[in-house]
Nanobody, 125 residues
Framework: QVRLVESGGGLVQAGVSLRLSCANA????????MAWFRQAPGKEREFVAG????????DYADSVKGRFTINRDNALNTVYLQMNSLNPEDTAVYYC??????????????????WGQGTQVTVSS
């Protein structure tokens, strides 16, 4: 079983940093491709960043490339999203997603079987 628990969201001012965490509370996810998605009000859920099971490959949406970093610690069953230089356009609910069948990082939410409950990130100008 997989149960993803996100943490680290909050209300911040533009320009500051936040780090989101996603832990699998039930079993090790060493074989899982992990990703972060976000969904703003009235918009579709969009891919933010992804990382393969060993952490050797990552992918980022163009809107966050150079500002956000995804990494994982398989020993702690945790994946992180370091978000720097936040701006109001980053305001959204951020979701952690996982899948054990993916061999590559994909950007479609439909490819991920497991989701966390989401954590709100609000960036004020």
């Amino acid at each position: 079983q997989v149960r993803l628990v996100e943490s680290g969201g909050g209300l911040v001012q533009a320009g500051v940093s936040l780090r989101l965490s996603c832990a699998n509370a039930i079993r090790p996810f060493i074989n899982y491709t992990m990703a972060w998605f976000r969904q703003a009000p009235g918009k579709e859920r969009e891919f933010v960043a992804g990382i393969n099971w060993i952490g050797s490959a990552t992918d980022y949406a163009d809107s966050v490339k150079g500002r956000f970093t995804i990494n994982r610690d398989n020993a702690l069953n945790t994946v992180y999203l370091q978000m720097n230089s936040l701006n109001p356009e980053d305001t959204a609910v951020y979701y952690c997603a996982a899948d054990s069948a993916l061999q590559i990082i994909t950007r479609s939410p439909k490819d991920y079987d497991y989701w966390g409950q989401g954590t709100q990130v609000t960036v004020s100008s």
